[in-house]
């Protein structure tokens, strides 16, 4: 008998038949995440129904040396969750549910495969906002949230998903089960190990349960539209409304290619004002409508806003954001690379346009477009392979983008993480010593290397 049915074996015994699958009984989902990148049937899936199935299921592997994969929702955009034909994959999709909202602390205790939406609902119905929230909330769960450290729409106001978790229970590659189900907010007893497994991306433990932070419900909120003149204006538009208005609930910067493009994508083509401006911002706010029209009246004055338009119903506010959500369409339109990078706010304009003079020298007549949550510094770049020369370059437009991030100091990861796809250009954002550091938390919490093995560190 080999290792791995040897290990198999074990893995039904401990679990039940009906928990371990393998060939034809696995679906095809399970062999990649959304971005489609080598997709590979594992050599077994695994669908443990509780903690204790985790567990007994890490120490079996454990004992083997037999890899396993961490797999949510399969939503991920950087090959995380994706399986080779000799990892064990271990999905948490029936380690679903709520199991408490605790109104007095403010807070939710969830089991790791819910998905993101089944949370927002059952906390909007308890009279309280989680405000995490992605395009792919129905089918995202929450473990896979935590282990990616995921952004999103709202993080300019809340925070990326690390300040959103108050405790976590995760399994360790050997079995051991960690119990950090922390409710407080203060608590100062030692290292803060939950953070670890935040953005760890399935290296280092897999989480099972989780304690989240709620929010008061918003009131209601405006969108604006403002055509400004310059990326300096961009950040000072920025810093007033936060002084004046208070931090919007969105602020969603398009360069002028990425505006045209998504006013070129809509059912009915018209821009609701002059495409020639520089850059566009779509914000939303919760401050009283009086309140931003002053706010907007010193904004024209000063010379930061040159042109605008408040929408005045829910149509009109959906009308805006479609030309914002032209990021939908990338997949069906242009043949995207997308870039999803941090830099510094101040440095995010000379980054925009150095990036594109050097892939314009590169690959003259090459399109992209840019658009970013300059707010949270992060910024979105996607090159249209359909306009580069055939096969498109695609490591070498990665080369230049990644080295021209590292250039001006900034991440080649903002939201998505490394995983798979962004292993190789990690060390233009961190140094040789961090990275020997990320290796020994690695060999230390998983000495024989069998979680997620070749995600982030390789
Ligand atoms: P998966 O893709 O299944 O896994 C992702 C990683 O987490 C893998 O490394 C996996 O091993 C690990 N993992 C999963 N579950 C666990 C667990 N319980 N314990 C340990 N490790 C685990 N991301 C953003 O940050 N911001 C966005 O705005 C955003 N928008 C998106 C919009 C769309 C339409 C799509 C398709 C994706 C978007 N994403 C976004 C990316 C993706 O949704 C997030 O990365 C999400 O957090 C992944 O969750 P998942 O459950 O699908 O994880």
Redesign the pocket.
Known sequence: MTNLQQTLDQLREALGEAQVLTGDAINARHYS??TGHAPACPAALLLPRNTDEVSAALRICNAAQQSV?????????AG??IPRTSDVALS?ERLRGIEEIDAASATISVL?GTTLQDIQQAVHDAGFLFPLD???RG???I???I??N????AVIRYGMTRELVLGLEVVLADGRVLNLMNKMIKNNCGYDLKQCFIGS??TL????RAVLKLAPQPGETTTLLCALPDYASAVSLLRRLQRDAGTPQAYELMWQDFFRTGVSWLENPVSPMPDHHPLYVLLESVASREVLEQTLEAALEAGEVVDAIMASSHTQARALWKIREAT?EFPVRLAPLNFDISLPIGQIGDFAQMCRQRLEQQWPGNHSVYFGHIGDSNLHLTVDCNSLPQPAPILEIEDLVYTAVGEMGGAVSA???I?LLKREFLHHSVSPEALATMRQLKDCLDPHGIL?PG?ILG
Do not use: F, R, Y
């Open positions: 995440d959304w994969v961490p797999q949510g929702g399969m939503t991920g955009l995380g969750a948490l790791a992605l395009g792919a089918s995202c769960q473990g896979g949230n282990a990616t995921a952004g999103g729409n991306e399935g433990g897999v989480i099972t939908g939201e998505h993480g995983g997620n995600k």
